[in-house]
């Protein structure tokens, strides 16, 4: 974002796009950021005439959502990351709206920027509303939160939203109408479904109410604060049966979520709740073991089935589903671990899995005996699971189960032996990996050759380049081509020239994924794999640009 400049390159903009940018580069200065060699108070005059220009025409009001400004009512800054950091700090102060009239002085809108662009979040409650009611801001107005009328009968207490969105006996009141129809919205429930709550009490008004009033008005209500409310109603709930309901209502659209490959909501709306089974984060909290019971819903069999294809066929956002399988792999209940296992060795990424066996690792307190005992109990493929956690762990005593994996008839089971046996480096060890080198399966393969890759096993070399010599680049996948460039170049033996070079020559446009394996192999034999590279390049304008594209001819 670039300063605009008042009087200069202002000039002919609309004031609107003036504002603000002033405001983002304002906002950015504050906070370490923004243009160079400008001062804040220059920033803040631009933004100050744009503003007084259009209130000039009519009143202006700027409302606060988490997401960022909105400006009459339609979007004025919202929803890069800096706008969402400025508006989620506004309304932590609690401020709804300000209305700009055309009476307001220069110098009075040119502080209002400031306010809006300072760092909030570092403020503790109320530091905002304090410093305006302290102040004189004539033709600014603030309202904050609290100062807007709510619903009859103690407003939008969210213990009564949740109890009425459970029930489907007759209609809510009408004055918790918006609200409900906003959370039935945001949550996809059927139509027919009312909401309902009780009992939460006056305490937890006054704590959810910014979290409430910004669903009951918002248009993009953020799916982690739909999860923070559900995680005070429960935490607040006096009644263990109701917070567990409250959880079991997260669970069903948590699934519903998934079901659309939509990870990354579901772990926000998930996540909170969650982790009230956790006694280090509210202490004392007396419906811990109701609701760690509701936990299992999680990993009921076609929960789990319904999970594992969402993962499978969704093919973007894998860090967003490996924080969920992790944080799933780690509250599995003990009676479910197994089947859950069976269930997470159908992922097809092998990322997935392990973050999982990550998370499986932390519910079993990272103690080698619940994984060994874990591994014992599973003959199948779910075995892949506590083995990928294993080999996260220095366990010696545990190297004969690994190595007896090695021969088991499931590829993702021995797939998974090889990873845990990364931290093992005896010469039994590397026997079995170097015949693993020619294992039936392509992805056992790959593991492999990363463990003699790592190791910079040269006993390996002469295996890895008999099968360059008998390889055709269209037998392979690319995974495996990779790992053999990136074996020949850790390994450095100068034997590999000819195969790579042939493997290059081979692969030509057809593979280009072969090609820039054979490049880097190439490049890491030093200067005969440069002098190859040098006169590949003269062979095709194919091949020239993939290897000027690797920096190697000029």
């Known amino acids: 974002m670039t300063h605009p400049g008042p009087g200069s390159e202002s000039a002919g903009r609309e004031p609107l796009d003036v504002a603000v940018e002033a405001l983002g580069d304002l906002a950015a200065g504050l906070r370490g950021g923004g243009p160079r060699g400008v001062e804040p ?17 009519r009143p202006v009001t700027l409302q606060v959502r988490p997401q960022g400004l909105l400006i009459d009512g339609d979007p004025f800054w919202v929803n890069d990351l800096l ?3 400025v508006g989620a700090g506004l309304d932590a102060q609690g401020l709804a709206e300000v209305r700009v009239q055309a009476s ?7 502080a209002l920027a400031v306010l809006l662009a300072r760092e909030w979040s570092t403020e503790g409650a109320g530091a905002l509303r304090g410093l305006v ?8 107005d603030f309202t ?3 100062t807007v009328p709510v619903a009859r009968g103690g407003g939008l207490e969210p213990g009564v939203l949740l109890h009425v969105l459970r029930s489907s006996a007759g209609a809510p009141p009408p004055d918790l109408q918006p609200a409900l129809d906003a959370i039935r919205e945001r949550l996809a429930l059927p139509p027919d479904v009312a909401s309902a709550i009780a009992g939460v009490g006056l305490g937890g008004r006054q704590a959810l109410q910014a979290e409430i009033r910004s669903i009951h008005l918002g248009e993009d209500v953020p799916w982690d604060l739909m999860g923070r409310v559900a995680f005070d109603v429960m935490r607040l709930d006096t009644a263990g049966l109701q917070a567990a309901d409250t959880f079991r209502l997260i669970v069903d659209h948590v699934e519903q979520l998934l079901a659309r490959g939509r990870a990354q909501d579901a772990l926000a709306l998930l996540h909170r709740p969650l982790s009230l089974v956790d006694a280090q984060v509210v202490p004392g909290w007396p419906h811990r073991e109701v609701v760690r019971a509701e936990v299992g819903a999680l990993f009921d069999p076609r929960s789990l089935e319904r999970m594992v294809s969402a993962a499978n066929a969704s093919r973007e956002g894998l860090d967003a589903w490996r924080e969920l399988l992790f944080t799933l792999g780690s509250v599995v209940p003990a009676d479910r671990l197994d089947a859950a296992c069976l269930a997470w060795s159908g992922l097809d990424r092998a990322p997935l899995r392990q973050a999982v066996a990550d998370g499986v690792l932390l519910a079993c307190g990272r103690d080698l005996e619940p994984i060994d005992r874990l591994l014992a109990r599973q003959a199948g493929p779910g075995a892949a699971i506590p083995l990928l956690a294993l080999g996260r762990l220095d366990a010696p005593m545990l190297l004969e189960r690994l190595l007896a994996r090695m021969d088991s008839e499931h590829a993702l089971v021995r797939q998974a032996a090889l990873t845990a046996l990364r931290r093992h480096r005896s010469p039994r060890t590397q026997e079995r990996v170097r015949k693993a080198l020619a294992d039936p399966s392509s992805a056992v393969r790959v593991e492999a050759l990363r463990y003699v890759s790592v190791y910079r096993d040269a006993e390996a070399a002469g295996l890895i380049m008999e099968r360059m010599r008998n390889l055709r680049p269209d037998e392979a996948e690319e995974d495996e081509l990779r790992a053999l460039g990136m074996a020949f170049a850790l390994i450095g033996r100068q034997e590999a020239v000819l195969p790579l070079t042939r493997l290059v020559q081979e692969a030509g446009e057809r593979r280009p994924g072969a090609v820039q394996a054979g490049i880097a192999g190439l490049l890491a034999l030093g200067e005969s794999g440069r002098s190859a590279l040098h006169g590949l390049s003269r062979s095709s304008p194919e091949l020239r640009r993939a290897i000027r594209a690797a920096g190697v001819v000029e």
Do not use: D, N, W
Not at 41 to 57: D, K, P
Not at 104 to 110: F, G, Y
Not at 133 to 140: A, F, S
């Open 83 to 85: 706008a969402r950091r």
């Open 104 to 110: 307001a002085e220069l110098r009075t809108v040119r």
């Open 144 to 146: 904050f939160h609290s």
């Open 133 to 140: 009611e302290r102040g004189r801001t004539p033709g600014v």
């Open 41 to 57: 108070e220059t920033i803040a005059t631009a933004f100050a005439e744009a503003l007084s220009e259009l209130a000039r025409q």
